[in-house]
């Protein structure tokens, strides 16, 4: 009968164990790799979204209509969630919509990186008076401040239509103390991109004071001038009665006066303008503004002068098309911009932004 050798058997078992350690540490070792590249891919294409922004314009009184989950979900950067104010009282005005803890809910689940946006072309006259009185704003930013804390806002968007002459004073002395008081948010401007046809001075100093400025590259002709064209077109032409486009007011009015490109956000508009004039560049006093949802594409032709005009009965329509946003994104990108903004979610009902969003 064979002796079977106790301490071969033990070293048998012993090194099968040592072999099945072994084996296991190395697949948990290659899994850990394998996580750190995947982690160091999500990180990389995180970094490549980073290089180039792009943000929208939530206006939170259309919340009823354009629901939360409606927003394209991961193109956007970033929210900008509109407005809030001051009434005659100097009290900050806080509408239902940010009171409403459904809405926010969804809106906080959705996005995390959300700004504030205070006031815009309706309450723009009571920027200048708090802008000016030390005391009242004083409190405002008291306001401001518990409204941010209560919250999970990190950036301030300061839509003042518009800090006009020497007014730019007290729109730098409004930056100071908000960054003094709230130092930990990020703030921005809405400015035009007309500068100097809206009387805004010294932007050099104004974006000292600023961690980005939001161009409002719309609305550049609305019929004040007396004649109707385009409402953003990125160049001009030889038809023009100015050269106010987009390319050229960008580097005359921004770029030579010494405002970094990578603190421009450009502003596309989900928007077009209509005119009461059959043609383009005819004289006229009145123009409105039409949601490109609500284009009437089937009644009117559409003609190219550049840029999208469709021509009705007795009016026509500029406005930006899939193919015109893109050239402005890219626009954006050669000229080294931090990235571009849309004004407004709900205007297209996603038809452009989906597309863009496909692409």
Not at 15 to 36: D, G, K, P, V, W
Not at 78 to 103: C, E, G, M
Not at 172 to 199: C, D, G, V, W, Y
């Amino acid at each position: 009968m064979k002796v079977i050798d106790e301490k071969k058997v033990y070293v048998f078992w012993f090194s099968l164990f040592f072999l099945f350690c072994f084996t296991n540490i190395l697949f948990a070792l290659s899994r850990m790799n394998i996580n750190s590249n995947k982690d160091d891919l999500i990180m990389s294409e995180k970094i490549i979204k980073s290089d180039f922004l792009v943000h929208a314009y939530y206006p939170s009184w259309k919340s009823t209509v354009f629901q939360v989950e409606k927003i394209p979900s991961w193109y956007f950067d970033r929210i900008i969630h509109a407005f809030i104010w001051i009434d005659k009282d100097w009290k900050l005005v806080v509408p239902n919509w940010y009171t409403s803890k459904s809405f926010m809910k969804d809106l906080q689940k959705k996005w995390s990186l959300v700004s504030v946006s205070i006031w815009w072309w309706n309450n723009s006259n009571w920027f200048q008076i708090i802008a000016r009185s030390p005391d009242i704003r004083k409190k405002f930013i008291i306001d401001l401040k518990d409204f941010i804390e209560k919250n999970w806002y990190d950036w301030i968007d300061l839509d003042w239509e518009y800090p006009k002459w020497i007014q730019y004073i007290d729109f730098i002395s409004l930056a100071i103390e908000i960054r003094k008081n709230i130092p930990k948010i990020k703030l921005t401007a809405a400015l035009p991109l007309a500068l100097s046809k809206n009387n805004i001075k010294n932007i050099a100093m104004i974006q000292n004071h600023f961690d980005y400025i939001h161009v409002m590259a719309y609305d550049i002709e609305d019929a004040w001038d007396w004649y109707a064209w385009h409402n953003a077109p990125l160049y001009s032409n030889s038809k023009m009665p100015e050269n106010l486009s987009i390319a050229t007011l960008l580097k005359k009015e921004y770029i030579e006066k010494w405002v970094p490109r990578e603190k421009l956000i450009l502003g596309l508009p989900l928007y077009g303008r209509k005119f009461n004039v059959p043609q383009l560049y005819d004289k006229t006093d009145s123009s409105e503004t039409i949601e490109f949802k609500d284009i009437p594409f089937d009644i009117c032709k559409k003609i190219n002068f550049w840029w999208s005009i469709l021509q009705c009965y007795g009016y026509y329509i500029s406005y930006d098309d899939i193919q015109s946003i893109e050239e402005k994104i890219d626009f954006a990108k050669n000229e080294n911009l931090w990235g571009v903004f849309f004004w407004a979610l709900w205007q297209d009902n996603n038809e452009i932004l989906n597309w863009i969003e496909f692409k």
